[in-house]
């Protein structure tokens, strides 16, 4: 079947793509590479992918060409699936005899729920979904495919077994040929990484049981898969040559470091290459680990601390005890690493106190850049059944963002208010970037630069304009 996939068109700057923790709009202008959807698109023969939200691509755009094609495929989350579905029935309103598909996180753990709240969606695919989109687009009779959810002729809803979890993860195909062939990659931007950038998976699925986390919980699983050293080496290199305006390589898996003598081999074979690269980690490697990584070629981590309080990381069964990701930091530091350190304000067991903890931690260990996000209770997670349970969650806040796909602060507890959570960060962001120091840093690093002068210049513009959009919806 000719197959399109696509990231509809939803809010403006929305960022629902693949490496987006939170979907929603950003700060500042953020968009992650669709590589969910790039990897079934590599399975796929003459198929295309559009990435609307980065690219601007406009419905009517999309509408236009739909007729050269005999399936859609759309990446869904709960803060878009209404417009998504809106989507495709515009698209079915052009081509009647098109067969829409959803996959993502939402429709993982809800397929029977998507499907009854929209009709005119044909199909979904669960959990890990690359292979069951290759059945149906190779014409396997839906009944026969592991994996599916689909309304058959008489229109009732039927959920064929689970799909087996993929373990040769080399049996993927690489997704950066996906991206030169359908995608502008100066088109993505993320502010802690350098411009033009590029992300991939190594592997999937994540040791750590946080309660919060979306992808582990409904898609990738809690044992980490990889591909072999030699499979991700061989991508890079073929990438390197192939988008040579690159600056810095990213792998998205939701913990890189999870196994480290991998990550010591890649990095080793990425040294030869000459390439610079950053990741996700957790805040407990070892410093002898970093040094390796660090004079390989690493330039940055991207780290979940989420608190300064350790109860609350007790209550998201974060695993991190704090001195240890305080002890990680500073041998970060030490070593020249950067890091873009993230936080979540409104878990389990905040409270005034615990904000204030959390935001005199951060400029205590002082990473480079922060982002600083509302607990969000995604259906899936544990979080979401401990807030269904305890009453935090109500339903005028249960798709996460407002109107204009900015996150809200959905979680509320009885000694700590939505708008308590939701002006706490604001508060986060001004303790910790206007402080002597940082200024001095920030101000050094533009003057050192100037292309980073204008960059920090147009996402100061940025951030002041989305913190007044959040007073206005507050």
Sequence with gaps: MRTLFLQAPSFDGFDGGAGSRYQARREIKSFWYPTWLAQPAALIENSKLIDAPPHKTKLSEITSQIKDFDMVVLHTSTPSFKSDVATIEALKAV??????????????????KSLAQAPIVDFVARNEFDFTIKDVADGKKWSDIKGLSFRNSEGVIVHNEDREILENMDSLPWVTPVYKRDLEIEKYFI???????????TGRGCKSRCT?????????????????????????????????????????????????????????????????WSCNAKANVPRET??????????????????????????????????????????CHELGIQIHGTFILGLPGETKETIQETIKWAAKINPHTIQVSLAAPYPGT?????????????????????????????????????SEIFGSVETFYKKFYFRSGKIASIVGEMVRDKDMMKRRLREGVEFWQFLRERRNAA
Excluded at 294 to 320: A, F
Aim: aromatic share 10%; glycine share 8%; proline share 3%.
């Design 212 to 276: 919060f986390c979306l992808w582990p919980q409904t898609v990738g699983g809690h044992r980490y898969r990889t591909r072999s050293v030699g499979h991700v080496v061989e991508e890079m290199a073929w990438a390197q040559k192939n988008f040579p305006q690159v600056k810095e390589f990213f792998f998205d898996d939701d913990t890189f470091t999870d196994n480290l003598p991998r990550a010591e081999a890649i990095a080793k074979e990425l040294g030869k290459l000459g390439i610079t």
């Design 382 to 418: 544990f979080l979401y059944q401990q807030a269904i349970e305890n009453g935090w969650l109500d339903d005028a806040n249960a798709e996460l963002v407002d109107e204009h796909g900015v996150q809200i602060a959905p979680l509320h507890y009885d000694h700590l208010s939505h």
């Design 95 to 112: 081509n009647p005899n098109l067969k829409a598909g959803l996959i993502g996180a939402k429709v993982a753990v809800e397929a029977d």
């Design 290 to 331: 970093l040094k390796i990584l660090r004079d390989n070629g690493l330039r940055l981590l991207l780290v979940g601390y989420e608190s300064g309080n350790q109860q609350i990381l007790h209550n998201i069964k974060k695993g991190m005890r704090v001195e240890v990701a305080e002890k990680f930091t500073k041998d």
């Design 191 to 201: 502010g802690y990484l350098k411009a033009p950038y590029l992300s991939i998976y």
